[in-house]
Nanobody, 127 residues
């Protein structure tokens, strides 16, 4: 059983940056592909970014490429989402997720692929 805990959310002005962290415990972190999703009020949860358990492969939602960067540190059992040039439309609860994969370079881009989820962290971007 893997437990995930997000941190780093908060209130930021448009154009600012935040770095979200997701600390994992209870499993062999390096065998899990990791991802970030977000859910804005009144909207469905959407995919943000994913990273393979090797860290060698990443994938992003098209609309976020160039502004968001996902990474991981397997020695620290933590993955990160660096968010730059934030916009009011980025306001949402951001969720970290973990999914077991057999291939070190596989990324998971749909929520159904993830077995474990964090509680979420609120990101609010003011205009």
């Amino acid at each position: 059983q893997v437990q995930l805990a997000e941190s780093g959310g908060g209130l930021v002005q448009a154009g600012g940056s935040l770095r979200l962290s997701c600390a994992a415990s209870g499993g062999i972190f390096s065998m899990y592909a990791m991802g970030w999703f977000r859910q804005a009020p009144g909207k469905e949860r959407e995919f943000v970014a994913a990273v393979s358990w090797s860290g060698g492969s990443t994938y992003y939602a098209d609309s976020l490429k160039g502004r968001f960067t996902i990474s991981r540190d397997n020695a620290k059992n933590t993955n990160y989402l660096q968010m730059n040039n934030l916009k009011p439309e980025d306001t949402a609860v951001y969720y970290c997720a973990a999914g077991r994969v057999a291939n070190a370079n596989r990324v998971l881009t749909v929520s159904a692929g993830y077995a474990y989820w964090g509680q979420g962290t609120q990101v609010t971007v003011s205009s």
